[in-house]
């Protein structure tokens, strides 16, 4: 059983590593369906991009994409992670709950995948809700099968990463396949969910323009989706992958320029998203 640690401050990028070292693999893990316990990565307090307003981001452990661009690698195992109690969270969530309902925020659980620990989110995003605060989980949604409809209750809001709308390209990006997340979406726009749906521009990797316009064509219809978010490649994770000993194949890759981005974002509007 791993150690109860304290859920730790920070930002999404710190670099944690094997602070769980006897914590189970992510593929395999199985929650109790309670949540009591989960493993973290770290929180940020003050985010205006995760969500509406003012928002607590809190990073969880445990991906079971491997993309080839993530900041984040030292999310995707739970062993790298904190191993806490719910009620740590909720409780420190209810030190800053006055602040952000009182600037229209919340909290928006990201990772590594927050549904990777499905009853742990849904513990927290309960408690939030109790709170009167604004709910959102972001998601590659490849686990979206897993979100019943008691977990979907405790979500206001879906940030979903169509990391690309071709298949194959999704494939070589994530090393999964892109089906669940297609599914996924099909299901928040039937039942009318709010979704923002982020789509990370990486030049040699996402930017052909017939797999944009595949994510176009898809999200366009879609009355749920609030706001299309191209986001940019950076290279800011680069050193993690290089302290973690991985293999990055993207050291050499530049972010996007200012002119394909506003040739994705027109391609979007084309098609009937609002991007952004
Ligand atoms: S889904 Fe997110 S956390 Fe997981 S590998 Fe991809 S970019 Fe990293």
């Given at each position: ?58 990073f969880l452990s445990g991906c079971l994409l491997r993309c080839s661009y993530c900041h984040n690698p030292d999310t995707w195992h739970l062993k790298d992670g904190t191993y806490v109690s719910a009620q740590q969270v909720i409780d420190r969530l209810g030190d800053f709950a006055p602040a952000l309902r009182s600037l229209a925020g919340g909290i928006t ?168």
């Open positions: 059983m791993s150690q109860l640690g304290t859920v730790e401050a920070g930002s999404r990028h710190d670099l944690r590593v094997g602070l769980s070292p006897d914590a189970p693999d992510e593929a395999e893990f199985r929650d109790d369906g309670k949540g009591a316990f989960g493993y973290v990565h770290s929180y940020e307090s003050s985010s205006r991009y995760d969500g509406p307003g003012l928002r607590i981001v809190l659980i990201s990772g590594g995948e927050p549904m990777v620990q499905l009853a742990f989110t849904r513990r927290i995003l309960a408690a939030a809700k109790q709170m009167g605060l604004h709910t959102a989980i972001q998601t590659s949604g490849f686990l979206g099968a897993r979100a019943d409809e008691d977990f979907l209750s405790c979500v206001d809001l879906v940030l979903l990463d169509i990391k690309s709308g071709d298949p194959d390209t999704y494939r070589r990006a994530t090393e999964r396949e892109l089906a669940p997340t297609l599914r996924f979406a099909e299901r928040l726009a039937a039942m009318g969910k709010p979704a923002w749906v982020r789509f990370t521009l990486v030049p040699g990797v996402s930017d052909d323009p017939a797999n944009v316009e595949k994510i176009a064509r898809f999200v366009g219809p879609m009355k749920n989706v609030e706001w299309v978010e191209v986001q940019p490649f950076h290279q800011m994770g680069a050193f993690k992958w290089k302290a973690m000993g991985l293999e990055y194949k993207l050291a050499d890759t530049q972010p996007p320029t200012r002119e394909t981005v506003e040739r994705v974002l027109g391609q979007l509007r084309e098609a009937g998203c609002r991007a952004r």
